[in-house]
């Protein structure tokens, strides 16, 4: 009598997976309410495997986005997608992302993520206008969400073949990486301060999109020559010799 109850209750949730992902992603997609900035365009597929022409915010542009579903976590009450996106041909990042915790802590985890140096340096606000080259590197182990915004996060990003255009000047900045992690409720990206620069730097991304950075540069024997010229608008120096960095 308990091997056929078991049998039945396999069988029950075999068929509620095959249910479930065969349901049409836009029929799903109407009882999912989105912030106003979030466009989504072109949805089409199953459930168990949906496509995304176009998924933007005011600041991100993700291209042609395939989301798959994992059987397994269904059968274990934690639905679990795995997202790939990008194209060479098209604007925005390229990668992928495994999507978990839906029904209770929004998780990321197992991220690979290429995105263009230039869109990055767009969204800050620096005191001498930049033009940035080559690609940034994002290698996500994990990042859970929770009141009031980060719980949880460790990664890696690195440019490994750093240069901007400033001051009509082209410049090679060496490798910069960055430590992933939570301060106080924020995702934390801490600059690795053996740089070529003389950087320490810490940007903070918080509830609600609000991006905030602070550290100082301290010229030393391998900042680049043509880069000097850029630093009387950092403003004065302290007693330490360096220029207080912040946006």
């Known amino acids: 009598m308990k091997q056929g109850t078991v049998y039945a209750g396999v069988f029950a949730s075999v068929y509620l997976i095959f249910v479930i992902a065969t349901i049409p992603a836009k029929l799903i997609f109407n009882f999912v309410s989105l912030p106003k900035d979030i466009v989504v365009e072109n949805l089409s597929g199953t459930v168990w495997q949906a496509e995304i022409k176009r998924l933007a915010t005011r600041d991100i542009e993700l291209n042609r986005v395939t989301a798959s579903l994992s059987p397994l976590s269904l059968l274990v009450f934690d639905p679990a997608v795995s997202l790939t996106f990008g194209d060479d041909l098209l604007p925005g990042p390229q990668g992928e992302v495994k999507v978990s ?128 010229g850029a630093l009387p608008f950092l403003g004065k120096k302290d007693a330490q010799g360096r220029y207080r960095l912040g946006f």
């Open 101 to 228: 915790g839906l029904l209770g802590n929004l998780t990321l985890s197992d991220a690979d993520i290429l995105l263009a140096a230039n869109d990055i340096s767009r969204q800050l606000d620096l005191p001498v206008p930049v033009t940035a080259s080559g690609d940034v590197s994002v290698k996500l182990d994990s990042l859970v969400f929770d009141k009031p915004f980060c719980a949880q996060a460790s990664g890696l990003v690195s440019w490994k073949k750093a240069k901007v255009t400033a001051l009509e000047q082209n410049v090679t900045l060496g490798p910069l990486s960055a430590d992933i992690g939570c301060e106080e409720g924020a995702l934390a990206f801490n600059i690795q301060p053996k740089n070529n620069l003389g950087l320490t730097f810490s940007a903070y991304l918080r509830q609600g999109g609000k991006f905030s950075g602070q550290g100082y540069l301290q010229p030393a024997d391998k900042f680049p020559e043509s880069l000097k």
